[in-house]
């Protein structure tokens, strides 16, 4: 074709397609957030494409480019994303759009840059997201507003189900947090849908969230895709992978089963309280009414429990709460018994700022935050940073864990991106456009359903925005699951509320959960459930329950509701032990318990040492520790100033403390008092009455305790309300304490599996009849009652038996152990249970661990606290041996269980892939440092808890100073092998230098040194200057020398269980240094325990690549 025919016609008839094509999407774009919405078919893209290129290629002969992009922004934005959707197969994008516009002298950077400066243009022109975070400056946001492109669907689809299967209750933020934590999770998809699911924010999660129900209704034998808001390529790929079997579609989905997917473990925020705390969703089937919650954060395990109120109609356990006593970086969530784990990322040391909605819930850093306001939580030494200055709303204080952290409420009005002012912090975008809202009224106060959630008295209503016209997709059904009760597509070109419509088809009153979705452009969609008891209403007498002497004041409550309702008790009567009751409402066909909660006060004690927890009874505080307690938090429904408290002995007032904030008091104003007077009460005065807010009284609850028949008999009994036994079992300390409560005459009822089983070891404590206390795997002596008895713990087979007769002195150390966990636990608290017995229980014990391949595995299951851990495994020598094999399920243990994890992955470490598992692990867990190291290269921060002159001059301070300068140290949690970490470890051995066990170490330092820097003459030379980089510059001997003595301990062993047998003879040697230098510095020892398998493994893999060349060089060719 002659190129003056393409200038006079051709150029015509391109022009008049792209004015077409110009004047039918353009009106589209204000409505959608990303152009993958704009629907174009092949043909239609392919033929806009031609006409692009054809007439670029005439205006660029011209230099008039420019004006072709600027008459057709539309047709240029819709055209280069369809070539991202369409045409994209591997690569990068330039040489697919260079084929689709038929151009082929289009040359890189300079075409290139034209179409993406005008697709940017475009962008700016229909206010769409420019995604200007993204590293490509073109490329990004192309790719970006293509989502995921059609080539990439069905391993996107793959990756949905896979997870579906391994987590059949996850939603698309879970999903999306699991996928973010570590970059090789999303290694099975290309390059384009990785980077969409990793940096979209908003977009990712509800693309996810309408694929993972597109997925679910395709399990249906007639699907419906109405409502979904997919574009219809994702449908018609999903048919046609399904059609082929290249889906795993085969369980069989209830209607509506997804939507009445179970809440996630999750962060949250207690901002006048709790502060940072863990969520934990109700749990709809537990069998007795207990939910047991497993949650490790940094290793160091809990057991959080959650009681259903009435079984026979919750049939499951409330939501509750873990606070989070100090930062943190990662806690691991799992039901009791249950294989799957949630894990929660919680303070990046990369970008320590948490952002928290208004009511609580964390906004993970995948997620754009919203124009409102929100909670800022960071380290108070850094500064936040917007383009535009954030209003402060009211700043709140922390539990004392957290001092050094910053918790504030700002307003974002008029703010794109916030972030922390620190080189390279990342900044979090803030979206502007509105979504649609779910409109409630207040709920009824004091009344829940079992599972904690808020109930309405009347029916929500849906709020929809309209910047622009926009069509939404609503559907309203029963949360139980069930058929739609409303489901419509509405277009607005201004602001809707939707109210009685939407339950104009419904029976009334409404009673029940419901599900309410509204879709709209990707991004913008809302999803919530509404639990409405329509025209419920309650009336409490008194209005709040005090404390009382018993725990609350008595009270009533009575309930109103409309006609059609019924409740099985319309008055409810409340004694002072009482905090609530449970209701039976019915509507029609349906019935739903409801707990009816009168409003009441409540108290908060905060330590330095455990979370906060509220209790609605007067705080009990013993004499001899009241100085770990900080202050005490008081909160009454409706009064928002509270007066002084008076400290009041023998009902005189001796002190007041008034309140610094909301309700909190700082306890340590009285130490005073209570050094002198032992015994104190705290009172508030509050609505004319003064009421006991807490008490003060010396800790001991009885004198000793003996067994009589059936019974064991606390001598001198203290007995107060909630006292309660902790039963522990010296025969068999694997077991959990048996919990019982003390009977008025100081008797305490054995179970019947307990009654002769031996000597047991008691602690009372007085607990909270509503909250459930944490029990210690074992008393401290301090706390301990011990009660000699005959027998041995029967178990529940011939292995437990024989174990626990052993350790009560009635057979021989059996020959065979199935559950080394149990042997685990009585190397860990053997001194502690019989400390003459001890030496020998551990030597036994030992000896069948170290013959046992999957010793180290069991160790996790025995539950041990990180720094116990450690002291474990050099305790019975298994430090120094290696697992003969890495599975793939050690590979987690590095979040979990980190020094465990090094020895049992140890035989993989020299040969580790740069895009392994294994390597993300441990650099989640260890940082940069760890890779560096496996790497090859030198450890970065060899030197770093180095005692040196500076160390000694610190010795030479006040305690008191050395305090303030810790506490201002580290802030902010960091990967194992970070400087910081190491030295914050370093510091812990520094105040345990003048220790008996300090002492003792800092004599034998410089023998222990020495011997680890002759590795220089060794075939492991080279590692000596690891020990080296520690050692004081001026002298070997005394405490300076202890973090050297750390590093050389763990070379030692480490090289030892590598095969050399002079390190053997010296680990065996030194092994009870070792130990007691992990008893008092586990951090530091659990570090460089690790360091020194990180080390040695790098060499093994130096000396096999040298090898490997070295037989290459000498290969023919």
Not at 131 to 160: N, S, W
Not at 982 to 1005: I, M, P, Y
Request: proline share 8%.
């Amino acid at each position: 074709m002659p190129n003056s025919y393409l200038s006079e016609v051709g150029a015509r008839q391109f022009a008049e397609l792209l004015d077409r094509h110009e004047a039918e999407w353009q009106p589209q774009l204000p409505s959608v957030s990303l152009l993958t919405e704009i629907e174009v078919d092949q043909d239609t893209l392919a033929s806009a494409a031609k006409a692009l290129g054809g007439l670029y290629e005439l205006k660029v002969e011209k230099g008039q480019y420019l004006s072709l992009f600027g008459r057709w922004p539309a047709c240029v934005a819709v055209t280069l994303t369809g070539v991202a959707v369409r045409y994209y197969r591997q690569g990068t994008f330039w040489p697919y759009l260079k084929t689709a516009l038929g151009y082929s002298r289009f040359s890189v950077p300079q075409d290139s840059t034209a179409w993406g400066a005008a697709f940017l243009a475009a962008l700016k022109k229909f206010r769409l997201p420019l995604f200007p975070e993204r590293e490509q400056k073109y490329v990004g946001p192309i790719l970006m507003h293509a989502g995921i492109p059609t080539f990439c669907l069905e391993d996107f689809f793959t990756l949905l189900l896979r997870r579906h299967a391994q987590d059949p209750a996850i939603d698309a933020d879970t999903l999306l947090t699991w996928a973010t934590a570590r970059g090789t999770r999303l290694n099975s998809l290309d390059v384009p849908a990785r980077r969409f699911i990793q940096y979209g924010t908003d977009f990712a999660v509800d693309m996810i969230d309408r694929s993972l129900d597109l997925l679910d209704r395709m399990r249906s034998a007639e699907p419906d895709f109405d409502g979904l808001g997919l574009p219809i390529r994702f449908i018609e790929r999903a048919q046609e992978l399904h059609r082929e079997g290249r889906l795993d579609l085969k369980e069989r989905a209830p209607i509506g089963r997804r939507l009445a997917r179970a809440e996630q473990p999750r962060l949250g925020l207690e901002p006048f309280g709790q502060g940072v705390q863990i969520v934990l969703p109700p749990v709809g089937e537990a069998p007795d009414g207990t939910a047991r919650w497993n949650v490790t954060v940094d290793g160091v395990p809990t057991l959080v429990k959650s009681r259903a109120l009435w079984v026979g109609a919750a049939e499951g356990a409330p939501a509750t709460s873990f606070a989070l006593a100090k930062p943190g970086r990662v806690a691991q969530v799992s039901l009791y018994g249950s294989k799957h784990e949630t894990e929660i990322e919680i303070v990046d040391s990369a970008d320590p700022l948490m952002i928290f909605t208004e009511n609580g819930r964390r906004l993970p850093a995948h997620l754009a935050v919203p124009p409102d306001a929100v909670w800022l939580l960071y380290p108070g030494d850094r500064e936040v940073a917007a383009d535009a200055e954030p209003r402060i709303i009211v700043e709140s204080p922390l539990p004392v864990g957290w001092d050094g952290w910053r918790l504030v409420q700002v307003a974002l009005e008029g703010a794109t991106w916030v972030g922390l002012t620190d080189e390279g912090a990342r900044r979090r975008p803030i979206r502007g456009h509105s979504k649609p809202r779910v409109i409630t009224n207040e709920p009824i106060p004091g009344i829940t359903t079992p599972y904690g959630s808020p109930v309405h008295s009347e029916p929500p209503t849906i709020w929809l925005p309209a910047e622009t016209t926009t069509t939404w997709l609503i559907d309203v059904r029963p949360a139980a699951g069930g058929e739609s009760l409303f489901t419509r597509s509405l277009t607005v070109d201004e602001p809707a509320e939707l109210a009685e419509e939407l339950w104009a088809g419904v029976p009334r009153p409404l009673l029940g959960a419901f599900d309410i979705t509204v879709r709209g452009p990707i991004g913008r969609s809302v999803r919530r459930t509404v639990y409405v008891a329509e025209g419920l209403s309650p009336r409490y007498a008194p209005s709040v329950r005090l404390f009382s002497g018993e725990g609350l004041v008595a009270g009533q409550a009575a309930l109103t509701c409309r006609p059609g309702m019924t409740i099985d008790r319309y008055t409810l009567s409340y004694s002072p032990a009482e905090r609530e009751h449970v209701v039976s409402c019915a509507a029609g066909d349906q019935t739903e318990p409801l707990v009816v909660t009168p409003p009441f006060m409540r108290a908060l004690v905060e330590e330095a040492a455990g979370g906060p927890r509220w209790s609605a009874a007067p705080a009990r505080l013993l004499t001899e520790i009241f100085g770990e307690a900080e202050s005490l938090l008081i909160e009454v429904p409706g009064v928002e100033t509270l007066p002084a408290i008076q400290v009041q002995v023998g009902r005189r007032p001796i002190q007041e403390i008034a309140p610094s904030g909301r309700g909190r008091y700082n306890l340590r104003r009285a130490q005073d008092t209570v050094d002198e007077h032992h015994s104190v009460d705290l009172i508030l005065p509050v609505a004319g009455l003064s009421v006991l807010v807490g008490t003060v009284r010396p800790a001991r609850l009885a004198a000793g305790v003996s067994i009589t028949g059936r019974s064991l008999i606390l001598d001198e009994c203290i007995w107060v309300e909630g006292l309660t036994a902790g039963i522990y079992l010296c025969t068999a300390p694997w077991e959990e304490a048996r919990i019982t409560p003390v009977e008025k005459d100081g008797s305490i009822p054995l179970p019947d599996d307990l009654v002769d089983t031996g000597r047991l070891h008691v602690r009372l404590a007085v607990e909270d009849p509503w909250v459930s206390s944490e029990w210690p795997r074992w008393p401290h002596p301090r706390e301990m009652l011990i009660c000699e008895a005959p027998g041995c713990y029967t178990g529940a087979n011939s292995e437990e038996r024989q174990l626990s007769g052993y350790l009560a002195g009635m057979n021989a150390f059996p020959t065979e152990v199935s559950r080394l966990d149990r042997l685990w636990t009585v190397v860990d608290l053997a001194n502690r249970i019989d400390y003459p017995s001890a030496a020998r229980w551990i030597e036994d014990c030992a000896s069948l661990l170290r013959r046992q391949p999957g010793a180290i595995r069991s160790l996790t299951d025995a539950g041990l606290p990180p720094d116990r851990n450690v002291v474990a495994l050099i305790t019975t020598g298994i430090a120094a041996t290696t697992a003969a094999q890495c599975l793939a399920s050690d590979i987690p243990l590095w979040r979990k269980a980190p020094v465990a994890a090094a020895l049992l992955t140890a035989s993989a470490l020299a040969d580790t892939p740069e895009d392994s598992e294994l390597l993300e692990e441990i650099r989640a867990e260890c940082g940069e440092a760890a890779v560096a190291i496996l790497s090859g290269g030198d450890d970065p921060h060899a030197g770093a808890g180095l005692f040196d002159q500076g160390a000694e001059l610190m010795a030479r301070q006040a305690p008191e100073m050395l305090e303030s300068l810790w506490s201002a140290a580290r802030v902010v949690p960091a990967a194992l092998l970070d400087e910081d970490t190491r030295v914050t470890a370093a510091r812990l051995l520094f105040d345990q230098r003048n220790s008996r066990d300090g002492r003792k170490l800092a004599e034998h330092a410089e023998r222990v040194v020495r011997e680890a820097l002759a590795l220089r003459v060794t075939e492991f030379r080279g590692l000596d200057k690891y020990v080296a980089a520690r050692c004081h510059p001026n002298r070997l001997d005394g405490w300076v020398s202890l973090p050297a003595m750390s590093i050389a301990l763990a070379l030692i062993a480490r090289i030892a269980a590598h095969g050399h047998e002079g390190c053997r003879v010296l680990e065996e040697r030194f092994r009870p240094l070792w130990r007691m230098l992990a008893k008092i510095a586990p951090d530091l020892t659990t570090i460089d325990l690790i360091r020194a398998e990180l080390l040695v493994a790098a060499r093994d893999h130096n000396r096999i690549s040298t090898e490997d060349g070295n037989r290459s060089e000498g290969r023919p060719w």
